[in-house]
């Protein structure tokens, strides 16, 4: 029997609840300025990250800090964007601080593994030293938001996340069993596995990069700066199990785009900062990783319902518009007095979110 025209043909347009981006860089001053307005046409809300230099420790600069990404929004998307604000959890973090944040309408404290990636130098050098702000968190209900990476130089880069799930992971868990935890930016089988049999109060983001590439895209004809971030990207079979997990319709998987910019000169340098810019085109690169796949119709649990389910909030309401539409990627984007160059630059993409 011949297949209908409908269902051969590739869909062309696709609506959606309002997405959010629940693991975000916005950096500060000029460099806020040029990248907010990416993220707040797409996203209603953000997690912004708090590593910034100095971080984000306390509640007071949180909270101040809000206040400056409020105050760069353009006027035509002021109202639209609400960030939502996390503590960037150091040794010395009081577990009185946490009162305070939840009280000031913080949802989240990040863990850095000192050392694991940029700007982390302030983070957490063994889990134990935070046990008692640990507990306040469990106690107040605010998430832990995990950089999960071991930071032992003797593991091999690519191991760092499978085994920081053994090392660090496992005894959190069974010290903490009432914490919701996010495992940010999930690079590996490994960590899909543990978050997938892990029970409710454990979800994951994954970004764009991560389902779109694979570590063969880092050495693509030369050495690609571009391509590096932290996780650093996995190999196939890994990139698969991402991508799998993302479209499983498995409410424990969400957008996180961990989108991080750096100037340009910063990039393509002999000690490359990690991070890839995704933020520009956040929304299409998700839409052509899920229309790779053959699993558009679970954009939206993922972009859309997961996340806010996760962490106890109202989903979004209004609804946006992607349609197939072929579009270039600017080569660079003016940021602060540097350049700022995106992910992919200068190639097509297939999707465009329109308005
Ligand atoms: O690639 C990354 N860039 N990974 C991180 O964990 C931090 C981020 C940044 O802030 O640049
Ligand atoms: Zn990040």
Same mark, same amino acid.
């Given at each position: 029997?011949?297949?209908?025209?409908?269902?051969?043909?590739?869909? #062309?347009?696709?609506?959606?609840?309002?997405?959010?981006?629940?693991?975000?860089?916005?950096?500060?001053?000029?460099?806020?300025?040029?990248?907010?307005?990416?993220? &707040?046409?797409?996203?209603?809300?953000?997690?912004?990250?708090?590593?910034?230099?100095?971080?984000?420790?306390?509640?007071?600069?949180?909270?101040?800090?809000?206040?400056?990404?409020?105050?760069?929004?353009?006027?035509?998307?002021?109202?639209?964007?609400?960030?939502?604000?996390?503590?960037?959890?150091?040794?010395?973090?009081?577990?009185?601080?946490?009162?305070?944040?939840?009280?000031?309408?913080?949802?989240?404290?990040?863990?850095?593994?000192?050392?694991?990636?940029?700007?982390?130098?302030?983070?957490?050098?063994?889990?134990?030293?935070?046990?008692?702000?640990?507990?306040?968190?469990?106690?107040?209900?605010?998430?832990?938001?995990?950089?999960?990476?071991?930071?032992?130089?003797?593991?091999?880069?690519?191991?760092?996340?499978?085994?920081?799930?053994?090392?660090?992971?496992?005894?959190?868990?069974?010290?903490?069993?009432?914490?919701?935890?996010?495992?940010?930016?999930?690079?590996?089988?490994?960590?899909?596995?543990?978050?997938?049999?892990?029970?409710?109060?454990?979800?994951?983001?994954?970004?764009?990069?991560?389902?779109?590439?694979?570590?063969?895209?880092?050495?693509?004809?030369?050495?690609?700066?571009?391509?590096?971030?932290?996780?650093?990207?996995?190999?196939?079979?890994?990139?698969?199990?991402?991508?799998?997990?993302?479209?499983?319709?498995?409410?424990?998987?969400?957008?996180?785009?961990?989108? &991080?910019?750096?100037?340009?000169?910063?990039?393509?340098?002999?000690?490359?900062?990690?991070?890839?810019?995704?933020?520009?085109?956040?929304?299409?690169?998700?839409?052509?990783?899920?229309?790779?796949?053959?699993?558009?119709?679970?954009?939206?649990?993922?972009?859309?319902?997961?996340?806010? #389910?996760?962490?106890?909030?109202?989903?979004?309401?209004?609804?946006?518009?992607?349609?197939?539409?072929?579009?270039?990627?600017?080569?660079?984007?003016?940021?602060?007095? &540097?350049?700022?160059?995106?992910?992919?630059?200068?190639?097509?993409?297939?999707?465009?979110?329109?308005?």
């Amino acid at each position: 029997m011949p297949i209908p025209a409908a269902v051969r043909q590739p869909r #062309d347009s696709l609506v959606i609840t309002r997405p959010d981006d629940w693991h975000l860089h916005l950096r500060d001053g000029a460099a806020l300025a040029a990248v907010l307005p990416h993220t &707040a046409r797409q996203f209603a809300r953000a997690v912004v990250m708090p590593n910034l230099k100095p971080p984000v420790t306390t509640t007071a600069l949180a909270l101040a800090y809000r206040d400056r990404i409020l105050g760069a929004l353009p006027d035509e998307l002021r109202g639209r964007f609400e960030p939502l604000m996390t503590l960037y959890l150091t040794d010395n973090t009081p577990p009185d601080e946490i009162k305070r944040a939840r009280e000031a309408g913080i949802r989240a404290l990040k863990l850095y593994p000192a050392g694991a990636t940029t700007n982390s130098d302030a983070g957490v050098t063994d889990i134990r030293r935070v046990h008692a702000t640990l507990d306040a968190m469990q106690r107040e209900g605010l998430l832990l938001l995990v950089h999960g990476e071991v930071t032992t130089p003797e593991v091999d880069v690519f191991d760092r996340e499978a085994v920081f799930i053994e090392e660090v992971f496992e005894p959190l868990r069974a010290d903490f069993p009432a914490l919701r935890i996010v495992f940010e930016h999930i690079t590996t089988r490994e960590a899909v596995e543990y978050v997938a049999t892990s029970g409710p109060l454990v979800g994951a983001t994954i970004t764009a990069h991560h389902l779109l590439h694979n570590r063969n895209a880092l050495f693509q004809g030369g050495l690609r700066p571009h391509m590096y971030c932290l996780p650093v990207l996995k190999g196939e079979s890994h990139r698969q199990a991402l991508v799998s997990a993302a479209t499983s319709g498995s409410s424990k998987f969400f957008l996180g785009t961990d989108s &991080a910019p750096h100037a340009a000169h910063l990039k393509e340098h002999a000690a490359a900062c990690a991070g890839c810019y995704t933020a520009l085109s956040a929304i299409e690169l998700y839409a052509q990783a899920f229309d790779n796949a053959g699993a558009l119709d679970k954009l939206e649990g993922f972009a859309s319902h997961h996340g806010a #389910d996760f962490y106890g909030l109202a989903r979004n309401t209004g609804q946006v518009t992607l349609k197939r539409q072929p579009w270039q990627l600017p080569e660079a984007l003016a940021f602060g007095d &540097a350049e700022l160059k995106p992910l992919g630059a200068g190639e097509t993409l297939a999707w465009r979110l329109q308005g």
